[in-house]
């Protein structure tokens, strides 16, 4: 592909040891302009593959609070596009997706588009349960766009990369993107369960800013009547307070959204979720009671790279993200 069909896009990819994902990564990525590729001191071979691709590599130290990788990039790195696409590593963009892209940048008329993913695990696309659509703003010029502050920075060990948190940006000059950006993890459920254990802390703290009603200056905020992504806060903050969450998560991904119609691989989906949603609750029990879900010394500097979002040795098992 020469300089000329190049799309001006900049890319961001946040890593951590993902040699396994980096390459159909990298590969789908093919046509922007510039990568960027924000390594929390990668042990394998991550950054030698980063670099045959062609993508810029920038190390990234976490200070063990704030901000977390994609915001202390969408601050610092010298992007030569106006317009940014995040794209995790186990997801991938495909020529119809860059094809939209390109137009949305020609036409000139909004400041960011949000991209439905869908999510593969074990093999199978999950389609119900709720699993899709699921949107995210993904794409959007950098200097309009910013992950929300939803105040869990005392809780540790959540990783240093923002999963959850969404970019807050004018909702008047959104849009939404008609072809599907893939999520296909080439690791295995190892890795699944290690990275969940870590993100019910950072959920169990989000359940307990809800129900003591912290404030949410600086987040998208919740709104029965706004965006997809508005509604789903909204509906949370009445989640958070329903009783038997666990068995409810399960009847509702399989029973009532239908997931029962992804076999099996649905099933083992509804289930670890149900076991997530219990995580959660017996984590946000500790929390009202004075715990702090993890009673190791705070983790700051490289040493909270370590625990970045991604494990040692992935192997090949294709599994999704919640």
């Known amino acids: 592909m020469t300089a000329a069909t190049k799309i001006p896009v900049s890319v961001l990819i946040p890593a951590k040891n993902e040699e396994a994902n980096l390459p159909a990564c990298l590969e789908s990525v093919a046509q922007a302009d510039e990568v960027f590729v924000v390594d929390s001191h990668s042990e394998d071979q991550s950054v030698k593959i980063s670099e045959s691709y062609g993508a810029n590599v920038v190390q990234f130290d976490f200070n063990g609070r704030w901000p977390k990788k994609k915001n202390w990039a969408l601050e610092n790195l010298p992007f030569r596009n106006e317009w940014v696409l995040i794209v995790d590593c186990d997801e991938r963009i495909t020529p119809e997706l860059w094809a939209e892209m390109a137009e949305v940048i020609a036409a000139d008329k909004l400041d960011g588009c949000y991209l439905n993913r869908r999510v593969y695990f074990l093999g199978k696309w999950i389609r119900h349960g709720g699993k899709y659509p699921d949107w995210n703003m993904r794409f959007f010029r950098h200097a309009k766009g910013r992950y929300e502050n939803l105040n869990t920075e005392e809780i540790q060990n959540t990783g240093d990369n923002e999963v959850h948190e969404h970019v807050v940006i004018d909702p008047d000059k959104v849009g939404y993107l008609k072809n599907d950006m893939l999520h296909i993890d080439f690791r295995d459920l190892f890795h699944w369960l290690a990275r969940h254990n870590r993100y019910s802390n950072w959920e169990a703290r989000v359940y307990y800013n809800l129900l003591t009603g912290m404030g949410e200056d600086g987040t998208i905020g919740a709104n029965l009547f706004g965006d997809s992504v508005q509604r ?11 009783p038997f969450k666990p068995f409810l998560r399960f009847v509702l991904f399989y029973f009532i959204r239908l997931g029962f119609l992804d ?35 705070r983790e700051t500097g490289s040493e909270a790279a370590k625990n970045s979002d991604t494990p040692e040795n992935p192997k090949a098992a294709l599994v999704g993200d919640l």
Not at 232 to 242: A, D, E, Y
Request: aromatic share 20%; hydrophobic share 35%; no cysteine.
């Open 232 to 242: 789903k806060r909204f509906l949370k903050k009445i989640w958070v307070r329903l």
């Open 263 to 297: 076999g099996y691989p649905g099933y083992i989906y509804g289930r670890l979720l149900s076991q997530y949603e219990y995580q959660i609750g017996v984590k946000l029990y500790e929390l009202k009671f004075g715990g702090q879900l993890n009673l190791a010394d």
